[in-house]
Structure formats: C-alpha cells, structure tokens
C-alpha cells in the first residue's frame, strides 16, 4: 500500500513538470509575435538653432521590418506648440513611413518636446524627442 501511495505521488510530480512546460512555450511564442517589427531610423532628432516665428518641420522615419503590415493609430505632441502628421495606410513589411512634426518656433529658447506614437506593432508607444534653440 505505502509502494502505491509513493508511486501515485511520483507519477502526479512527473506530470506536473510536464504541463509546465506547455505554457513556457506559449508565453515565448507570444514574446515573439508581440516583438516590435518597426525599425526608427533616429529616435531623437536635434534640428540646431531655428529662427523665431518659423515653424520647422521634423521628419522621423521607420521601416516596417515584421512579416505583417503595420498601421499607425494615433501620434501626439507633447504640447499645442507641435503639430504632426504622419502615414494614415498601413504599411507593408519591408516598406517605410514617415511621422512628422512641426514645431512652431515662437519662444526663444532651447526646446525640448516630444511625439508620441501608437502603432498596432508594439503594445507600448513609442516617444520620440525633438529638441533644438530658437534664435
């Protein structure tokens, strides 16, 4: 009887340890589908000196380097001053797009702002910064 109870206990461990590693799998093939598929070409862009009551525009550029087509849901700037615009089509692996901001340079003065991007590639948005002096 106590060589059954032992066996049972044995064999209940042994399949635990087996049913672990399913879900182990699971989480690492959804690491990977979540895994960002864009590429930013500069994630920080320094525009210099700029003069004042000009709006300048900043171009960020990324190429989409997953296997499924990634579609921009929503850019904002940190503030009124910056306007963007960006890509509304989805974009095709192996192709680029394009966010743009305008800073409208009316204080002088060093700036630093940033643009926020939502995309249906990273479950985080992604900040990109703009930074420069108005003269």
Do not use: R
């Not at 003069?51 to 171009?59: F, H, M």
């Not at 997953?66 to 890509?87: E, W």
């Not at 702002?113 to 948005?125: D, F």
């Amino acid at each position: 009887m106590k060589i059954m109870k032992i066996s049972m206990l044995a064999l209940a461990l042994g399949l635990m340890s087996f049913s672990a590693i399913v879900p182990a799998k699971v989480i690492a093939s959804k690491i990977e589908t979540t895994a960002a598929t864009i590429a930013w070409k500069a994630e920080t862009i320094d525009v210099g000196q700029i003069p004042q009551g000009t709006p300048k525009a900043i171009v960020y550029e990324f190429k989409n380097t997953g296997k499924t087509a990634v579609v921009i849901t929503n850019v904002q700037g940190s503030c009124g001053c910056t306007a963007t615009d960006y890509t509304k089509e989805p974009i095709l692996p192996g192709k680029t797009a394009k966010v743009t901001a305008t800073y409208n340079a009316a204080n002088k003065g060093a700036f630093t702002k940033t643009v926020t991007v939502t995309t249906s590639a990273e479950t985080t948005p992604k900040i990109l910064t703009l930074k420069g002096t108005v003269i």
